[in-house]
Every structure is written in C-alpha cells, then in structure tokens.
C-alpha cells in the first residue's frame, strides 16, 4: 500500500478506471454537492477532499491500463460532474481552450495513433449509462437535456451543478476549473493497493467514523465481475436482475431489510452479512473455530475463483439467493411489542437465542430450512432437539465456545445434535435450577408460562410480550426482616445448626422457586420488606398482587390470599420441584435416554 497527496489530475496518468460493475448506486445529493463545491470556492483552507482507494489490474503488455475504484466513487464521480458542467457552461472559445485537459481527465485512447476517446471512468452497472450520457453529451454526442426530470442521482448532480454555474460570473467559474485542473492542488489523498492488500481492513481504518465498506458489497462484485468473465456482458446483467437485485435490491423496503442491524453476540451486523456469513459456514469455506468475519469477502473471493463454467456460477448464484429467501421468511426479529406463543416453534427457539445472544447456531438453522423443506416433521424435530440443546445447556451453565465446532458438526452429521444433546443430564438442570442467572429465569418462566397457556384452554390469551420483570419472593437482602428460619433437618436426621440454617437460606434464595415475574418492578424500599407487607404492599406503594398477571405469580397470590402468610425454604423447594416437572416436559430428554 502506498498513499500520496495528489491532484485531481493523477487521472490523466490514468487509463480505465473501473468502479466495480455491481458496486452500489452513487448516492451523494444536494448537501453533498454543495458542501464540494464550497469547499473548492474558500479560499481561507486547503482543498482537502478526502482520500481514494484505488488498486491497478494487471494488464497485459501494449494494454490500456485499468484501475479498480475501491473506496471514494462519490467524490470521484462528483469532482468529474462538476468538471464537466463547468466546461459546459463556458463559450464555445473558452471550451475551445479547455478540450485537452477535459480530454485528458475524463477520457482516454487504448492507443495514441487511435483517435477514438472512451469514457475514462467507467461506473456501475446502475449509473454507467447515465455517467456516460453527462460526460459524453456535448463532445461526442448532444449535451444533456436540462429540461427533462433527472431519472436519478448522476443526472441530478450534473443538473445541479449547471444551474450553480448559471449563477456564478465566467471569471468565477475558469477560475474554478482551474483549481480542479491545477496539478499543484493537492486536494486528495490516492492509496494504491497492492495485490495482496486487504482493501476492507485499509478501508476500516481510514474510515472509521464513516460508512463502513460492507463484505456484501466486496462479494456482490467478485461474483458478478466473475459472471461477465464467463458470460456475456448482457447475460451477467441478466442474472444479477434476475437474482441479486430481485432479492436483495427489488424495493426500498427489501434494501432497508438487508442493511437493517442486528446484535450478534457483541456485535452489531447487518442482515445481509450475517446471511453470507451463515451460507459460507454451510458450505464449508469459512471456518468459525479460526476464520474471522474481516476475512469473509477475502474467503468469498477464494471460493468464487474456484467457479469454472457457466454450471457451477449459476448453482453458486443459486444457493445464495435460496438461502436469502429462507432467511428473510423464517427468522424473525424482535423487540418488546412482538408478542409471543408457545404454538410458534420457531418463533420461540429464535427469541431464546436472541435473549441468550447465540446467533452461532444459524447456519445450521438455514440448513436445516433448505433440507427439509418438505418435511415438516423431520425438520420440527431437528429445530426442537437445538432448543432444547441449547435451553439445557443454559440452565446447566456449560460452556458455549465450542458452539462454533458443533456447528460445523451438526451441519455435517444432525444426528450428532441428539448425541450432544443427551450429555446436559437431567441432574445438571436439577443442579441448574438451584443457583440460576436472573436472566436466564426469566426467559426460562416466561416460556413455562406460555407452555401453560398453550396447554390449558382456560386462559384468554395465550401470547404474551417479553416485558416481565423478574422478582425474587424472598429477597437477595433478606437478613433485616426475613429473621424467623424454620429448623431443618439433615439427610442424616440431625437438626442443621443456626450457621448452616442461614447457608442454606442463602442458597434456596437463587434457586428458581423463589422467582417470578412481575408486569412492572416493586418500590425498592418494598423488595426487602416482610412477606406480608411485599405482596400487599404499604404506604401507597404496590405489592406483589398488582403486578401478577401471570399464572406462575397468581399460584402464589392464590395460597397467600387461601391463608399461606410466610414464604421459607419448604416453599421454595416445593415449588422448584413443581418447575422442573414442567421444565422436563417442554425440554426433557427422557426419551433420549430410554432410547440409548
């Protein structure tokens, strides 16, 4: 890599330069343009534009030169607009004067004895026509008609610019051309990429507080670059409208889905990465265990290389656009007003996972859509097992960094997910449930409630929101007003001491029969509070009873209103065993074990 102060005339050192066939629109507008211009008009700072990324292509000897436009199309394409407009808006004498430098930065010849000019910057396959309509129009063919509505951006920039000439005397306007033109204003910084440069990494790092260089954009180009190489130009274009931009870029709606971020883990990713992510782990040549998501274009780009013939492209083509079309359909996003059924399977198992941040295991999900597309049941079977595998594992507090190898794994053999599956025993969730994460009880009784709801018809409402918050009956701080421990016995039959009474309570706090759910938190003063005074409440303050909607807390409203004043171990414990049975019913494995 080797960056340099340069003028906007490095151009005419130039041959092709290619912004990427499939690369994104050019999206500046009005503010952009005008802050440009302004910027080049202060004669109180520098010209500083900002910085290009550009990395040559090899080409064979006696060929043009070509180079590719990594980073900074906007301002490229915008400074070769406004060099055009104002060549445009000068007499026919003054552009007399000027044809060699507008030669120069905005064509070139393949050869010096030719006299035919091509179009030196060559844009995208959406604006390319457009671009070469404005720098054309006027030397090779008629200028741009200023009266017609502009059918997108390249049109508007150039009309733009050519009422801001209207506006500016001819003195303002040479004298503009000149400072573009001046070989001497070092207004931009060119980096030249080497072969074997990262350009996502070099494009991170000089950009950090801008728009982020997307892996989908550095994919999008290899395998459409790598589909002009073995079809036709118009038949690559074809393919991409017929399968890229159908399901990636067919309306605004469907563009904002892809950009659209969501948290994976630690990370905020946009669905169209994680969905390319996932499909490269499906197939094996990005490996979670050492691959990062910086090398994924990098992986991409390896795999894509590798496509020999027409076949292989459009089976390639094929696989990404199928598992898009599963992702966009089958996994859900969520936030506080999504309500939520035990019926909807797939909705469940993908809130766990989000509550949990667990995303490693989509690829697998993807997999298992497309595999068993035609059999519902099997395929209910294999998304029920990964809960449970993973609700398990949660409780039992296993470890998690080898979900990135188990992936791969059930990918390549599902029956390894039910051999996986069998290791979490019924006494690590036992043990799991008396010392459980806050969090992880409330995702755990919220989906208890709903079982019930979805298992008995007498309640009226069997959705609810993930918006509880989780309440601990007999409170963390309990030593103020919680004071009478009842006397508990041994295994042994001995009577526990005083020391070990207390040991004992501070444990029975944390196990997940002392915790419910509430629709909205108790006053801290109330939360320590006796039994009494925390579920009626005092001094205007609500208890427990105002806020227990749910069954789970009723259960409890219901023995204390039947007479049951004071809450203590013997009613935790019983209450715990109450939950595992029906934590074993939703995530048991008890046939599993039958059947081994």
């Known amino acids: 890599m080797e960056a340099k102060a340069k003028s906007f ?308 083509v094929n696989d990404v656009t199928e598992y898009a079309k599963i992702y966009k359909e089958k996994i859900p996003s969520f936030d506080y007003s999504t309500a939520l059924s035990f019926v909807d399977n797939v909705q469940r198992l993908f809130h766990i996972l989000e509550v949990l941040q667990v995303s490693t295991f989509h690829p697998f999900i993807l997999y298992l859509f497309k595999t068993h597309e035609k059999d519902r049941t099997e395929l209910n079977l294999r998304l029920n097992e990964l809960e449970k595998f993973v609700v398990r594992r949660m409780i039992a507090k296993e470890e998690t960094k080898s979900y990135n190898k188990l992936c791969k794994e059930f990918i390549a053999n599902e029956s390894v997910l039910v051999k996986k599956l069998a290791e979490t025993t019924p006494e690590k969730v036992s043990t799991g449930l008396r010392n459980i994460q806050n969090n992880y009880a409330a995702l755990v009784l919220f989906w208890v409630e709903l079982n019930r709801r979805f298992k008995d018809h007498k309640y009226d409402n069997n959705e609810l929101k993930y918006s509880y918050t989780l309440e601990h009956i007999m409170p963390q701080k309990w030593e103020e007003y919680w004071k009478d421990i009842p006397d508990k016995i041994l295994h042994d039959g001995t009577a526990m001491n005083a020391e070990d009474s207390k040991k004992d309570r501070y444990n029975k706090v944390y196990w997940i029969g002392n915790m419910t759910l509430l629709t909205s938190k108790l006053n801290t003063a109330l939360r320590n509070y006796v039994f009494e005074n925390k579920m009626e409440g005092e001094g205007g303050k609500k208890g427990i009873k105002a806020y227990a909607d749910l069954s789970i807390t009723k259960e409890i409203v219901s023995a204390y209103d039947n007479g049951r004043k004071v809450w203590n171990e013997s009613d935790i414990l019983k209450r715990t065993k109450a939950f595992e049975v029906e934590i074993e019913s939703i995530w048991g494995i008890s046939d599993l074990l039958k059947a081994g």
């Open 9 to 316: 005339t490095f151009l005419g050192n130039e041959g092709s330069v290619k912004i990427p066939f499939f690369q994104r629109a050019y999206i500046w507008d009005e503010d952009n343009w005008n802050d440009l211009l302004s910027d080049l008009l202060n004669e109180n700072k520098t010209h500083f534009l900002g910085s290009l990324i550009l990395k040559q292509e090899r080409s064979l000897t006696g060929e043009a030169k070509e180079v590719l436009v990594i980073d900074g199309q906007q301002r490229l394409t915008t400074l070769s607009i406004l060099l055009k407009a104002l060549y445009d808006s000068f007499s026919d004498e003054i552009r007399n004067n000027c044809i060699l430098p507008i030669r120069t930065h905005l064509f070139y010849k393949k050869n010096q004895t030719d006299s035919r000019y091509f179009v030196k910057i060559q844009h995208s396959h959406i604006d390319s026509q457009a671009y070469y309509k404005v720098i054309r129009g006027g030397i090779d063919e008629e200028l741009f008609d200023l009266t017609q509505e502009p059918s997108n951006k390249i049109s508007w920039c150039y009309k733009h610019y050519m009422f801001k000439m209207a506006e500016m005397s001819e003195d303002m306007r040479k004298k503009l051309f000149n400072i573009i033109t001046n070989s001497e204003n070092k207004m931009l910084v060119v980096i030249d990429l080497e072969k074997d440069d990262n350009e996502q990494a070099i494009f991170d790092t000089i950009n950090s507080a801008g728009v982020r260089l997307t892996s989908a954009d550095i994919i999008k180009n290899a395998l459409f670059q790598k589909a002009i190489q073995i079809l036709e130009e118009k038949e690559a274009i074809k393919l991409y409208n017929e399968t890229w931009c159908k399901v990636f870029l067919i309306d605004d709606e469907t563009s904002n889905y892809w950009d659209s971020e969501k948290i994976t883990g630690r990370l905020k990713r946009d669905n169209i990465e994680i969905l390319l992510h996932c499909i490269a782990v499906i197939k094996g040549f990005y490996d979670p265990d050492k691959d990062t998501l910086d090398e994924l274009s990098d992986l991409y780009k390896k795999e894509i290389a590798k496509i020999r013939n027409k076949e292989e492209l459009q089976a390639f």
